[in-house]
Structure formats: structure tokens, C-alpha cells
């Protein structure tokens, strides 16, 4: 929101034409980014039709377009989109929103970091797929299991950067706040979780990466749904085609997703740069 | 009411005796001091301070870098608790909020809006949002940033960061403004301005301000005395009356009895800026 910098005299016409050599320059580098991964697929298709490629482990654009094609037909490539984002999203509430509220906590009291820190210390460096076994064997093949690994990796990582985020509000703002007469929970309020959202925020985005990664490992062993079901069961059947559609759309899933968490913190925070 | 600040109460309390009555105390400031303890190194930062802030008086306060003129103001706004003495600042009317600092660093909030920046303060008291509004866009026509209203920080120059900041402690309405080179940051120009709007404000509603400047002719252009602090550790070195008749304005910078005022001043404060800056050796090369 800045104020208009165009004025009446013949200043106009050159602001019009810097804001169309910006516009034209970001309209050329996103054409790029669009066209790249189509001439490479376009170079990978000739490769493998010259024969320079072998096919038995890179199937051709073509094939795997057509078996893309098969599996939206049959319903079953929604099914397992479904069953993974489900499950993403149900862990990721469970872990993230204590995660964030305990990280909070422990930026905001000593006393609480002081209590935890030691055993989030400990735990958070532990790669979250080696627990799978314990948690199938605790919650069985079903979905407890896969909400639980999922949780539990975004819970540690949340934690971390909230904390940090809270931890690092400048002294000069909380002071401001108390000059100006505000309670202890008017300044977390108006000073403390601003000025820790864009840390927390890019936790979030973290996790969320995060989240992609386990979901699909734990659902190569115990699932019968899912992105990742659908790339290991395409292995064991020898479906080389279909098991590289699994791993377009679960790209294509973090990537958009990503996308949208991107827009939705610069539409929240405008500031997120300049704390 | 009154709010006090206390640290340890030292004995001899000498204060000076109040004048009149029109001329009532509004801080008082007894055997104030300040001692801080970092890395387990002990820093005084302010000996014995004895001062009283008359109501509705514009009191300056100059002195070397260092010398604990911030300490003083922290102190008075109860960011800092003094370690030894007592502070006092008389209230008089339980709506309004007892003081408001312009913060010698920048303080203003990058996640808020320049308008809800200068509103904070009303908006903390509970003040109605139409009505903190209207009086934020006051301010900020006041110190010029009307077009920057919406905008947020991050859009503004570092000078106009410190007109928020400015705006924010005047829409608040305090009984006492504390302010800590409030214009330092900003250009010559700018500052001739300020300080005219400033003047303009305060002559307005009078409120008792307490300064912290570097700059002497700000100093008596805009004080009704200015105290002089001695180098690090701080403590009173001189008190100047300034008689100057109010309305002031800026042509009274150029009468020879604003440079005498302020020559005045800075023989009193060269020995302490010197030794602040242990620039004794050049100093006496240059004799
Ligand atoms: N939190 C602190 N811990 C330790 N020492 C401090 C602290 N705050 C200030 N001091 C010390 O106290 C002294 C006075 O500092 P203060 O900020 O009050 O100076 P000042 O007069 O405002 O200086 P300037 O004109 O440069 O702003 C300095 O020596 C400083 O190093
Ligand atoms: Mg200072």
C-alpha cells in the first residue's frame, strides 16, 4: 500500500512505463520457470524414443501420461490424493498446534524452557522415521499410525521455531508496550506473536515439508491407500509408469501446497521482511 | 494519586524546596541513582540525581554520550527501577495516561499500520477504535505523514519511522512526555519543522516535558531550563534558566542572546564532552 507516487506532470507516463518493463521482466522469468520442465520432458520423450535412454527405468512422458490418464479414470489416483492429504492434515493439526503453543511457552517463560529444553533437545535431532516400527506397533496397521508419525514430526520442529520465534521479540517492543500501559497478555497479543509469526511461519512451511516426506514412507509399509501405497505397490507389480505418476502428483502436491502457504504469508504478513 | 519508583530509600533526602504554588512539583526525582550490574562488572550509570519537574515545564536535559541521560528517562518512564532513591510523578487526572516516551532508538511496529502505530496507546487504554483513529490521523497530518498513513514501516524513511514515533507519544495525551532526541535522526530541515510543531503543541496544552537533546540551540529554543550533565557517571553539573517569551520561533535563533545562552552552554559542558570522549590529549594540542 504505498501512496501514489504518479503525479500530474510528465512523470506519469514514466512511472507507467517502469511498472510495464517490471511487469513484462516477471511475466518473462515466469514463462521460463512454465516452459523448462516442458522442453525437458520434451527432451526426455526424444531421448527415449532414439533409444539413448533406457526405458526400463525411465519410461517415456508418453507412457506415463497415458497410465496418469488410466488411474484418474479408475478413481483411484483421487482415493490415494485423498487418503494422504487426509492423513497430512489431521497429523499436522494434532502435532502442530500444541507444537506451537508449547513453543510459545517456552520462549515467553524461562522457567518452562528451562523444563523442556532438555528433552526437546534431546528428541528433536531423532529422525522421526526410525519411531515408525514402535508407532505401528503401538497403533497398528491403521490410520493412528500414520497421524502419529506425522504429528510427531511436525510437533519437535514447531516447537524449535516458535520458540525461537518468541524467544527473539526485540527488548525496545515489549518495552514500548509497557510504557504505553498494556497488560502482560495485550503485549503477547500485539507484540509478541507479531513479531514471532514470520519464524513460526517458516516452521510451518518446514513441517509441512516435512509432513510430505514421512507420509510417504509410512505408507510404503502398512497402507493400503495413498501416494506413497501407490509408488510401492507399483514397484512390487513392476508398474514402472505408474510408479513415476506417484511421484509427479506427490511432487506436484508439496509444490502447489507450498505455493499456497507462500501466498497466504505475504497476504498476512506484508511486514514478514522487515521485523 | 502519585506513582512512585523506589529503589533503596538513601538517608539525607535533599531536595529542593517548591516555590510556589502554581509551580507545583510534578516529578520529583530524590537522590536518584542507577548502578548496573552486566557480566559481573558494576556500571554506575547515575550518581545521586536531585531534580523537580514543575508542572507544565519544558526541561532539557544535555550531556555527554553516556552520561545516563537515557537511564534517567527509563527510570522516570518504569523501564528501569533506580538502585538507590526514589522518583515521584504527580497525577493529576486518572483518564489520562501519566507519561509517554519517544524512544531514542526505533520502536515502532513493523507489523502495524503507521496509523495503528500512532493509535497503540489509545487503543491499550481502551479507548473506541473510531474515536483512536481520529485522533492518530491528527497527529499524523501533525507531523506530516498523512499519505503514509496506510502505509506500513518498512515504506517509510528512517526519519519518518521517528515522526511515527513521535505522533504515537502525542496522540496518547500524557500528563508528562519524555523524550529522547526525538529529532536526531531526522534532516536539518525536517527538524526545523519538528521543532516548530513541537513548540506549536506544547504551547497548546503545556504539558511537562522532559528532553534529552544533543543539540544546544535545541536546547534553549525549546526549554524553560536545561540541565547539564556531567560525563559518565552522570550527575548534575549546572542547571540554566532559559527566559526566552514564549510564543518562540525560530528567528530567535539568530539573536545574540540565543548565541550567548548557548555558548554559555557549551563552556559548561566542553570539559565534560572531552573527558566522555577521552580526547583530553587532542584537546590540549589544539590550545
Ligand atoms: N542495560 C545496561 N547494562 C549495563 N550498562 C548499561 C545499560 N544501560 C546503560 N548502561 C551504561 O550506562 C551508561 C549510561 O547510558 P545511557 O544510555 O543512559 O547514556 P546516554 O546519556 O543516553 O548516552 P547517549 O547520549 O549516547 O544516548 C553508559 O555507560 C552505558 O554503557
Ligand atoms: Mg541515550
Redesign the interface.
Known amino acids: 500500500m504505498s501512496p501514489d507516487l504518479t503525479s500530474k506532470d510528465g512523470t506519469a507516463h514514466i512511472s507507467r512505463e517502469i511498472l510495464r518493463a517490471n511487469r513484462n521482466r516477471k511475466i518473462l522469468h515466469h514463462s521460463l520457470s512454465i516452459a523448462m520442465p516442458f522442453f525437458l520432458l520434451l527432451l526426455w520423450e526424444i531421448l527415449s524414443r532414439q533409444g539413448w535412454i533406457d526405458t526400463r527405468f525411465f519410461s517415456m512422458p508418453s507412457q506415463i501420461a497415458v497410465a496418469f490418464w488410466k488411474l484418474i479414470e479408475n478413481g483411484q489416483l483421487l482415493k490415494d490424493v485423498t487418503a494422504s492429504l487426509t492423513r497430512v492434515l489431521v497429523g499436522f493439526a494434532i502435532g502442530g498446534i500444541p507444537g506451537i503453543i508449547i513453543g510459545i511457552l517456552m520462549g515467553q517463560s524461562s522457567v518452562i524452557r528451562s523444563l523442556l529444553n532438555p528433552i526437546v533437545a534431546a528428541i528433536y535431532p531423532i529422525p522421526k522415521l526410525a519411531i515408525l516400527p514402535l508407532l505401528l506397533y503401538i497403533f497398528g496397521l491403521g490410520e493412528a499410525s500414520k497421524y502419529a508419525v506425522i504429528a510427531i514430526g511436525v510437533f519437535f520442529i514447531l516447537v524449535v521455531n516458535t520458540m525461537t520465534g518468541a524467544m527473539g521479540v526485540p527488548a525496545i517492543f515489549t518495552e514500548v508496550g509497557k510504557e504505553y500501559g498494556a497488560s502482560r497478555l495485550t503485549i503477547f497479543r500485539t507484540i509478541v506473536l507479531p513479531s514471532a509469526l514470520p519464524v513460526i511461519f517458516a516452521g510451518i512451511k518446514l513441517a509441512w515439508g516435512t509432513a510430505f516426506l514421512l507420509i510417504v514412507a509410512a505408507e510404503f509399509v502398512g497402507a493400503k491407500s495413498g501416494i506413497g501405497y501407490l509408488i510401492w505397490n507399483s514397484w512390487q507389480v513392476f508398474s514402472i509408469e505408474q510408479m513415476y505418476v506417484g511421484l509427479i502428483v506427490i511432487a506436484f502436491l508439496g509444490f502447489i501446497t507450498l505455493l499456497i502457504l507462500d501466498g497466504l504469508e505475504a497476504k498476512l504478513l506484508p511486514w514478514r521482511k522487515h521485523v | 494519586m502519585s506513582s512512585t519508583i523506589r529503589g533503596h530509600t538513601e538517608s539525607s533526602l535533599d531536595v529542593p524546596a517548591l516555590e510556589s504554588e502554581d509551580n507545583a512539583a510534578k516529578i520529583t526525582i530524590s537522590n536518584v541513582g542507577k548502578v548496573f550490574v552486566s557480566d559481573n562488572k558494576l556500571t554506575t550509570a547515575l550518581t545521586k540525581t536531585n531534580l523537580i519537574v514543575r508542572d507544565g515545564e519544558f526541561l532539557v536535559i544535555v550531556g555527554p554520550s553516556g552520561c545516563g541521560k537515557t537511564t534517567l528517562l527509563r527510570i522516570l518512564?518504569?523501564?528501569e527501577t533506580p538502585s538507590f532513591g526514589e522518583v515521584k510523578i504527580a497525577a493529576s487526572n486518572s483518564d489520562r495516561?501519566l507519561?509517554?516516551?519517544v524512544?531514542q532508538?526505533?520502536?515502532i511496529?513493523?507489523?502495524?499500520?503507521v496509523i495503528d502505530n500512532v493509535a497503540?496507546?489509545l487503543r491499550?487504554?481502551g479507548v473506541n477504535r473510531r474515536v483512536a483513529l481520529e485522533r492518530a490521523n491528527e497527529f499524523i497530518a501533525k507531523v506530516g505523514l498523512t499519505?503514509?498513513a496506510?502505509?506500513?514501516?518498512?515504506?517509510l524513511s528512517g526519519g519518518m519511522k521517528q515522526r511515527v514515533s513521535i505522533a504515537r507519544a502525542f496522540a496518547?495525551d500524557p500528563e508528562v512526555l519524555l523524550m529522547d532526541e526525538p529529532f536526531a535522526s531526522l534532516d536539518e530541515q525536517t527538524k526545523l519543522l519538528m521543532q516548530e510543531e513541537l513548540l506549536h503543541i506544547w504551547d497548546e496544552n503545556k504539558k511537562t516535558v522532559v528532553y534529552v537533546t544533543h543539540s544546544l540551540q535545541e536546547a534553549v529554543l525549546l526549554g524553560d531550563r536545561v540541565i547539564v550533565l556531567s560525563a559518565h557517571p552522570g550527575r548534575i553539573k549546572a542547571e540554566v534558566t532559559v527566559n526566552f517569551p514564549r510564543p518562540r520561533y525560530h528567528q530567535l535563533t539568530t539573536t545574540p542572546e540565543f548565541y550567548a545562552l548557548t555558548s554559555h552552554l557549551w563552556e559548561l559542558l566542553k570539559d565534560e564532552v572531552v573527558t566522555a570522549n577521552q580526547l583530553d590529549g587532542l584537546y590540549t594540542n589544539q590550545e
Do not use: C
Open positions: 518512564a518504569g523501564l495516561p507519561h509517554s516516551m524512544f532508538e526505533r520502536s511496529f513493523p507489523w502495524m499500520r497503540y496507546g491499550v487504554r499519505k503514509f496506510q502505509a506500513y514501516p518498512h515504506e496518547n
